[in-house]
């Protein structure tokens, strides 16, 4: 018999693995036919197993979005994985770029792969957008975190103003005020005003106001206040 030294347990996920025994230089008689053995060492490492992360986009001018997957440990095998995206707050075509299913590749030793996804910028004014990234059909490995969100930071921001009101003499009750938005915005937009004197004086010419909020509710873009 011949023994063969102790086989090193790794925890590597690899193909298995074979050791080549060759009989050679016999003394005193003669090598027959077959004189060499294969010795296969059978893997009996679990998977890895696979993860995608979440990502923030810091605006919508960012171009591309970087997602990374993640193994869980080195393997010795090629391991696949399908991606693709969907919408979640966010459309296609208008605030990204949509992937359709796409195979990622980890080479033997590769622990991290990235996903690019195109954002697209708009002029909208909108709350932060989701896209959902989800992997399937792993090959030589599990998934145990299969979607990812990206958040897309909108950068999009109206702009306020005030007009100026000129009373048509001092008996005028109450003089109007009018706040408007550049534009229309999904969200609550708040401002604050207050009154200052300028050549007239709080108290005797006018009453003052201290600061006071002033709510535009979404979509609205023209608010009044009174002095």
């Known amino acids: 018999t011949i023994t063969i030294a102790s086989i090193v347990n790794d925890t590597m996920d690899e193909v298995d693995e074979t050791v080549i025994v ?5 003394s005193n008689a003669t090598l027959g036919s077959d004189t060499a053995h294969t010795y296969t060492i ?4 679990a998977a890895p197993s696979l993860s995608i992360n979440d990502a923030t986009t810091l605006n919508e001018a960012a171009g591309n979005a970087e997602v990374t997957v993640k193994l869980s440990t080195a393997s010795g095998k090629t391991v696949t994985v399908s991606y693709a995206t969907s919408d979640g707050t966010a459309t296609a075509g208008s ?6 299913a796409t195979t990622l590749t980890f080479s033997p030793g590769d622990t991290s ?3 690019n996804i195109a ?10 957008e989701t896209v959902t990234i989800t992997l399937s059909s792993a090959s030589n490995a599990t998934i145990s975190d299969a979607t990812g969100t990206l958040t897309i930071t909108d950068d999009d921001r109206p702009s306020l103003t005030i007009n100026d009101v000129t009373t ?3 008996n005028a009750a109450n003089a109007t005020f009018t706040v408007t938005l ?15 004197n300028g050549t007239a004086t709080a108290g005797s010419d006018y009453t003052a ?17 009174t002095v």
């Open 119 to 128: 954002v697209l910028a708009d002029t909208t004014i909108e709350n932060n």
């Open 209 to 225: 106001v201290s600061a006071t909020t002033l709510t535009f509710s979404a979509g609205e873009t023209s608010k009044t206040f």
């Open 22 to 26: 060759t009989l050679s230089n016999a």
């Open 42 to 45: 059978t893997d009996n490492d």
């Open 168 to 170: 048509s003499n001092e």
């Open 113 to 115: 792969k990235t996903i």
């Open 95 to 100: 605030d990204y770029t949509a992937v359709s």
């Open 182 to 196: 550049s534009a229309a915005s999904s969200k609550t937009v708040t401002v604050n005003y207050a009154t200052s």
